[in-house]
């Protein structure tokens, strides 16, 4: 049985996550704001419909899928430990971050890449991203509103092939620096693509991903299901899923019927019955 100081530390733990997502979420509103005022794409108000949910949503992914993610790469790092394929993990080890760094990002994103395209394709899968896809009007804080299993699903599929190129230190430990550094920048990156802003970088557009570039990826018209990349368009530009042309989506949203509420959005992928056409 847990006793009451134990009870109390992990209290105070959890109380001191929700303090620093706060600050987090404070600064990430003192950006995007500001931001989305100046540049609006489309006509918007601060406290649109759903903004209560994708802000529950806020602090849910920010703290649910990392700590459940943890079990995971922390077992796969401990099979992978003292294991050296060919001597390849020690020759990748000894390579310096200049190196790793960008490799750690390009192989994530080929797994986020082919995670992300199968659930599109899956029905399983679709049911918990179809969440994400529900929005109809795109904006920074909707970044946050996906279903929990739906991020792990995702972020394992990345982080699981960064550990077994060898690109992260089989320690036991999520917090690899090189891993850390690719999840703190994508996370921010992955704001500033939803965002609400009428902002192209011209021939960029094809090496990184945009707000453009993702906003096609929720367009709810013929041509969804494309741009899966998180970061680099490159993926789908070589297996044929870009889609980037000069003007904007005419409509955002999904034809899967998706709950309106916070518990309806958590709660109904996970219960039986047929899951939704993609
Ligand atoms: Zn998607
Ligand atoms: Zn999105």
Redesign the pocket.
């Known amino acids: 049985m847990t006793d009451s100081p134990q009870l109390v530390r992990h209290a105070l733990i959890f109380a001191e996550d929700v303090g620093r997502m706060a600050v987090w979420l404070v600064l990430l509103v003192a950006i995007f704001v500001p931001l989305e005022k100046l540049f609006a794409l489309h006509p918007a108000k601060i406290w649109r419909k759903q903004v209560g949910i994708d802000l529950g949503w806020y602090f849910i992914n920010s703290l649910v899928p990392a700590a459940i993610m943890a079990v995971p790469l922390a077992f796969l790092a401990r099979v992978l430990h003292g294991v050296d394929p060919g001597g390849l993990y020690s020759a990748v080890a000894a390579w310096p971050f200049w190196l790793k760094f960008p490799l750690v990002f390009l192989i994530n994103d080929f797994g986020v890449y082919w995670a992300?395209r199968a659930?599109?394709v899956i029905p399983f899968l679709w049911r918990f991203?179809a969440v994400?896809?529900s929005a109809e009007h795109l904006d920074w804080l909707v970044n946050t509103r996906a279903h929990p299993f739906d991020l792990i699903f995702t972020r394992l599929a990345g982080l699981g092939l960064v550990y077994l190129c060898g690109l992260a230190s089989a320690t036991g430990s999520y917090l690899d620096p090189n891993v850390a550094l690719v999840s703190i920048i994508g996370t921010i990156w992955s704001f500033f693509i939803h965002a609400n802003v009428r902002c192209r970088l011209g021939p960029l557009e094809w090496l990184i991903s945009t707000p453009a570039f993702h906003h096609w990826?929720?367009t709810n018209d013929e041509h969804r299901d494309r741009n899966?990349a998180a970061i680099f368009p490159l993926y789908d530009r070589v297996f044929g899923t870009a889609w980037l042309p000069r003007h904007w989506p005419p409509v955002y949203g999904t034809d899967t019927k998706v709950s309106h509420t916070l518990t309806g959005q958590l709660l109904d992928p996970l219960m039986p019955g047929d899951p939704p056409k993609p």
Do not use: V
């Open positions: 992300h659930a599109h991203h994400h896809h990826h929720h899966f």
